[in-house]
């Protein structure tokens, strides 16, 4: 797709969480794409060399009054949504809508703990958005226009650093993305709903919004996702098998 509109096609390793990165995975990653017929920039930027800049971010949000610490694990979140409670628990990109136990608007001139992970207040930050929206090319292709009023419902307070890395992937990627110059992301439609997300981000911390492809996931027979963490089928196998890279990006809708 870049190539076919004189663009420039980058390659990005997001190992932020470090006890699934694995070197043999990276390897996999690089090996199935030169099979796909891809060829893409070098150096590969990789998340964990730009924890400084996530880390700046947050610093901002914090010193804004948007982010809070949050000790709720999630078994604090289960038992806080099973009480009693009007309507059915909402359910966003992440999960079920955090309940808010944690809520507060913490001292801009303390200091950030490293012991909690920290979210952003979506009450606080609603006043501060105006005119959502964001270019789909893939799936359901058009303008995505949200409102600020839905946030709370759809999204609630995410998580924008997690206690054990300092960051997450929907602050790291906003991030990237715009140090990378990135005008187009190409994704999979599992991460179509997270976009809302990451829009929030980019005005937020004014960055640039790209246009967005979300593209069909490949599933074995079963149905179930292509992902090596729950041993479904790898792309490994369908070589294997004699399927070719035309069948592989025709599954996806990028043939």
Known sequence: MAQDHGGRFLLRIEDIDTSRARCAFEAQ????????????????????????????????????????????NRRDIQVALSAPQEGAVLTGPDGP?????????PDPDAPIPDTSALRLNMARTMPLLRDLRYTETGLNAGTVDFSTEELTQTLGDIVLARRDMGTS????????????????????????EATRIHVVLQRLLRLPTPVYHHHRLIRDNAGKRLAKRDDARAIAKYRAEGFTPHDIRGWVGLD
Request: one cysteine or more.
């Open 29 to 72: 990653i690089y090996d199935d794409l030169a099979w796909l017929g891809l060829t893409w920039e070098t150096p590969v930027l990789r998340q964990s060399d730009n924890m400084n800049n996530y880390r700046q971010a947050i610093d901002k949000l914090w010193k804004s009054g948007l982010i809070y610490p949050c000790s709720c």
């Open 97 to 105: 809508i955090y309940p808010g136990t944690c809520r507060h608007v």
């Open 169 to 192: 992937y929907h602050l790291s990627v906003v991030l990237d993305d715009a140090v990378q110059d990135i005008t187009h992301v190409v994704r999979g439609a599992d991460l179509a």
